[in-house]
């Protein structure tokens, strides 16, 4: 399935807080949710792994369980990169804006 | 890779295929008053019972299924006596040990033997199609 | 971020585990319908999960199901003392097959609504 996880986070620069306009309360950072994010693709990665394991070891023999938690893991990484694209459009965009 | 419910079906398969095996000699012998060992031919019956199945992996408070086997194959020992004077092997009084073998009866056993054959292929042929629906998750 | 998944996934997965052991208590009965003394048996879930109720959206995981192997004749014992009769057993064969394969299908109907709204713009 997939590659192990390199370290994203690198990648990552947290964006300096901007106080919001309009004093809305002071909401969750992006970055926080892509670092939990990125705990979960690891966890997801992990549980893959080892239902492929188990069912090529012939420890289980669900072939629907194991087929659901590759599936899970895999629409959890695509979540984790769309929100890390998208962290990375915000980014690039702020940094022209400083120009 | 063991799949408990394969190997059972695949046991009920082997069995049930000796069973036709047995019937169709029996037909086959069915007016045989003369084998090797001498004396007719004796009707052959299968014995079925259940078996654990090898490799099964056996979880912590699970049952253990068992498929089936062929437990004894075992000759009857009665012949009919069948009144036919000019035969070959006729007694003075014109009788003859024939085998204890009804064709009826026989193809009855063959009917319900291929119809449990059939049935464990389509038990085959489910999980089939459960694990072939199961890999497009995800396409 | 289980939330992402929901309970309704969780449920779906474990009615196609329930499928798939079901499928291996009615195989055995299928392989020993000719066995001297055998008796039928199936899940204590019978009749098969509510997919009305399954597919409602839960927060909440489903714990789970509590599920028992149990006596199930399709008549009296013959002479034999075998109670099973082929032709019930292929048809709850086939119609749990067909219910697994329909969870199975709700499953990636689910995963694929899910993958186009991450891709969404």
């Given at each position: 399935m997939a590659d192990p996880i390199a370290?994203i986070?690198?990648?990552?620069?947290?964006?300096?807080?901007?106080?919001?306009?309009?004093?809305?309360?002071?909401?969750?950072?992006?970055?926080?949710?892509l670092?939990g994010l990125i705990g979960e693709v690891e966890q997801a990665q992990k549980a893959a792994e080892e239902a492929a394991r188990a069912y090529a070891?012939?420890?289980s023999?669900d072939v629907t369980a194991t087929m659901i938690t590759m599936e899970r893991a895999s629409i959890t990484l695509a979540l984790m990169l769309q929100v890390r694209s998208?962290?990375?459009?915000?980014?690039?965009?702020?940094?022209?804006?400083?120009? | 890779?063991?799949?408990?419910?394969?190997?059972?079906?695949?046991?009920?398969?082997?069995?049930?295929?000796?069973?036709?095996?047995?019937?169709?000699?029996?037909?086959?012998?069915?007016?045989?008053?003369?084998?090797?060992?001498?004396?007719?031919?004796?009707?052959?019956?299968?014995?079925?019972?259940?078996?654990?199945?090898?490799?099964?992996?056996?979880?912590?408070?699970?049952?253990?299924?068992?498929?089936?086997?062929?437990?004894?194959?075992?000759?009857?020992?009665?012949?009919?006596?069948?009144?036919?004077?000019?035969?070959?092997?006729?007694?003075?009084?014109?009788?003859?040990?024939?085998?204890?073998?009804?064709?009826?009866?026989?193809?009855?056993?063959?009917?319900?033997?291929?119809?449990?054959?059939?049935?464990?292929?389509?038990?085959?042929?489910?999980?089939?199609?459960?694990?072939?629906k199961a890999l497009e998750l995800g396409r | 971020m289980s939330g992402l998944f929901g309970?309704a996934i969780e449920?779906l997965r474990?009615?196609s585990?329930?499928?798939?052991?079901?499928?291996?208590?009615?195989?055995?009965?299928?392989?020993?319908?000719?066995?001297?003394?055998?008796?039928?048996?199936?899940?204590?879930?019978?009749?098969?999960?509510?997919?009305?109720?399954?597919?409602?959206?839960?927060?909440?995981?489903?714990?789970?199901?509590?599920?028992?192997?149990?006596?199930?004749?399709?008549?009296?014992?013959?002479?034999?003392?075998?109670?099973?009769?082929?032709?019930?057993?292929?048809?709850?064969?086939?119609?749990?097959?067909?219910?697994?394969?329909?969870?199975v299908h709700l499953l990636n109907a689910r995963f694929n609504a899910l993958k186009s709204a991450i891709q969404g713009?």
């Amino acid at each position: 399935m997939a590659d192990p996880i390199a370290p994203i986070a690198a990648d990552v620069r947290p964006v300096a807080p901007v106080a919001p306009p309009s004093g809305a309360p002071d909401g969750v950072r992006f970055v926080d949710t892509l670092k939990g994010l990125i705990g979960e693709v690891e966890q997801a990665q992990k549980a893959a792994e080892e239902a492929a394991r188990a069912y090529a070891t012939g420890r289980s023999t669900d072939v629907t369980a194991t087929m659901i938690t590759m599936e899970r893991a895999s629409i959890t990484l695509a979540l984790m990169l769309q929100v890390r694209s998208r962290l990375l459009e915000a980014y690039q965009e702020i940094q022209r804006m400083q120009v | 890779m063991p799949h408990g419910a394969l190997s059972i079906s695949a046991s009920a398969l082997s069995a049930q295929r000796t069973r036709l095996n047995v019937i169709a000699e029996n037909l086959a012998n069915a007016n045989t008053t003369r084998t090797e060992a001498g004396g007719p031919y004796h009707r052959r019956v299968v014995r079925l019972e259940s078996e654990a199945p090898p490799f099964a992996s056996l979880l912590p408070g699970e049952p253990q299924l068992r498929g089936v086997r062929v437990g004894a194959v075992t000759a009857v020992p009665e012949t009919r006596r069948q009144y036919m004077p000019g035969h070959p092997d006729a007694d003075p009084e014109g009788y003859v040990e024939m085998p204890n073998v009804n064709p009826v009866l026989e193809m009855a056993e063959m009917m319900a033997a291929t119809r449990a054959y059939e049935a464990n292929v389509t038990a085959i042929q489910a999980l089939k199609g459960m694990a072939q629906k199961a890999l497009e998750l995800g396409r | 971020m289980s939330g992402l998944f929901g309970g309704a996934i969780e449920a779906l997965r474990q009615a196609s585990a329930f499928a798939l052991r079901r499928h291996e208590i009615l195989a055995e009965n299928v392989a020993n319908a000719d066995t001297p003394g055998f008796r039928a048996h199936d899940l204590s879930f019978a009749s098969e999960l509510d997919l009305a109720r399954l597919v409602q959206s839960r927060p909440d995981p489903v714990s789970e199901l509590d599920v028992r192997i149990v006596d199930a004749p399709d008549g009296p014992a013959r002479p034999d003392g075998n109670d099973v009769d082929i032709d019930r057993q292929m048809v709850r064969l086939t119609q749990n097959a067909i219910y697994h394969n329909v969870v199975v299908h709700l499953l990636n109907a689910r995963f694929n609504a899910l993958k186009s709204a991450i891709q969404g713009r």
